[in-house]
Structures are given as structure tokens and as C-alpha cells.
């Protein structure tokens, strides 16, 4: 098993520019997030999802979209990125929401200039 | 407001043992998780509390007081492997995660 895999894992981006970063789970897990991690600060979440064809709002979602068409995937887009959005983005999932252990993907280094 | 608060840093020596503390504050609470997290890294879980105790798993143990609002993370004979950041997060009454900062451990030989 794979477990949580994400694509790309750096990307430099220009201010304006759009982007979509990809999370694949083996699991068969229902729930799946996005987080984004800056220093000196704790896991903020972005969007979630319950099931395949949900998503939710997290903490911090303004200037990120979300899909999950399949089960296995989530989809995380930046529509027209800022440098504000530099950061580290984690995907997770678990079997059973927030009260279930979270599993991590590697993360994705993402930089806007 | 939800708030958990961690020391951002410690230092020690190896073969030592170290307790990392957590308080919380938050709306309800459903529960206590600690992940580790190495540089570069994914979070990776370690233990969930939700009743008030010490639980152990091997050199790793938590500790959570519901009463005081409290937990902390107790690693025995450490060894340089367990440099890492060490996250604490509380699940409110909505079983929304509340995560802290997180705190680093540094580990001299």
C-alpha cells in the first residue's frame, strides 16, 4: 500500500498564476483534507471532504477550490495564486473523520513569487 | 476562542527523559491526539486520549488531566531519532481539530 501519495512535491509559482495539486489515497478511506502548515503556526485546515462527491469549507479556505470526483481523490486548486499562499500543503485522510487517526501524505512545497 | 498552547522549543540529552506539556482551550472536547512530525516530513500518529490517564506504548506515553484541560507527551531514554516536532491537537465538541504550533525537540548526544 501506497497510503497517502501527493503530486507535485515543489512547485514555484508567479503571482496569478493556477495550479492543481493532486492527493491519492489506497485506503479506502471516506474522509480526506487539505491542510497547509507556516512556521510558527499549527495545521490550519483548508477544505475537507466526507465522502466522494462532498467537500467542505475548513479554517482558511478563501482562494482554494476542491473536488473529489473519486473516492481515492482529492483535488486541491489555486485559482489565481498570491505569496501569501506560499506554504506546505498536506493532504490527509482517515476512515472515520477527526476522531479516527489522520494519515499524511508527504506534502507539497509550494512557493509563489 | 479554541487555543492550545505548546512550547515551541526543548533541548536535551540523549538517553534523557522529556515531557512535552499541552493545554487546550476549547469549545467541548471529544479527545487529545499527538503526532510526530521530522523535519521535511509528514505528521505521523503517535497516541489519542480521551479519558483522563497516563497511556503507554513502549518508550512513548501521554498523559491527559480533562479537569485541568492538559496533556503531555513523555519520552523515555531518547534517542537522536526522535528529533522531531511533536503537534499537539484537541477535538472540539464538533470534532473539529484543534492543532497547536507544535514543539520542537532538540536532542544533543
Known amino acids: 500500500n501506497a497510503g497517502v501519495t501527493q503530486t507535485p512535491k515543489f512547485r514555484v509559482l508567479k503571482t496569478g498564476q493556477s495550479m492543481t495539486l493532486l492527493c491519492a489515497q489506497d485506503?479506502?478511506?471516506?474522509?480526506m483534507y487539505w491542510y497547509r502548515q507556516d512556521p510558527g503556526m499549527g495545521l490550519r485546515l483548508i477544505h475537507y471532504s466526507v465522502g466522494e462527491g462532498t467537500t467542505a469549507k475548513g479554517e482558511v479556505p478563501d482562494g482554494y477550490n476542491v473536488s473529489r470526483l473519486k473516492k481515492q481523490n482529492f483535488l486541491l486548486g489555486l485559482e489565481s495564486a498570491a505569496p501569501s499562499q506560499t506554504s506546505v500543503y498536506f493532504c490527509?485522510?482517515?476512515?472515520?473523520?477527526?476522531?479516527?487517526?489522520?494519515?499524511f501524505g508527504p506534502g507539497t512545497r509550494l512557493t509563489v513569487l | 476562542g479554541q487555543n492550545i498552547d505548546q512550547p515551541t522549543e526543548m533541548t536535551a540529552t540523549e538517553g534523557a527523559i522529556v515531557q512535552i506539556n499541552c493545554t487546550y482551550q476549547t469549545s467541548g472536547f471529544n479527545g487529545l491526539f499527538w503526532y510526530q512530525q521530522h523535519a521535511g516530513e509528514a505528521p505521523t500518529f503517535l497516541s489519542y486520549n480521551v479519558l483522563d490517564g497516563l497511556e503507554e506504548k513502549g518508550r512513548f506515553s501521554s498523559f491527559l488531566s480533562r479537569s485541568k484541560g492538559y496533556s503531555y507527551l513523555l519520552l523515555k531514554e531518547i534517542q537522536m531519532k526522535d528529533s522531531a516536532s511533536y503537534l499537539c491537537a484537541a477535538l472540539d465538541s464538533n470534532d473539529q481539530l484543534i492543532w497547536g504550533a507544535g514543539t520542537k525537540l532538540i536532542i544533543k548526544p
Open positions: 490527509a485522510s482517515s476512515y472515520g473523520g477527526d476522531t479516527d487517526t489522520q494519515y
Open positions: 485506503m479506502n478511506h471516506e474522509y
